[in-house]
């Protein structure tokens, strides 16, 4: 399991299996800014802070589609 206190950001694969989505759903909420990331040398860094507050955001949500339709 990810240990997010040593990091301060992660790439996307980690955050798929996290949030239990796919890689082209992570790549969509980050493309539209609902996941807050930055390109870094081509690839997508996601901030564990702004992570954390995704999850918080969506901590109410009783399934994965619901975390999807947001």
Known sequence: MLDLQDCQTIDVLPVCDLLK???SHV???LKSGRLPGRKIGGQWRIPVDGLRRYLTAHQGTTSVSEMKAD
């Open 27 to 29: 790549y969509n909420l």
């Open 21 to 23: 989505m796919s890689r």
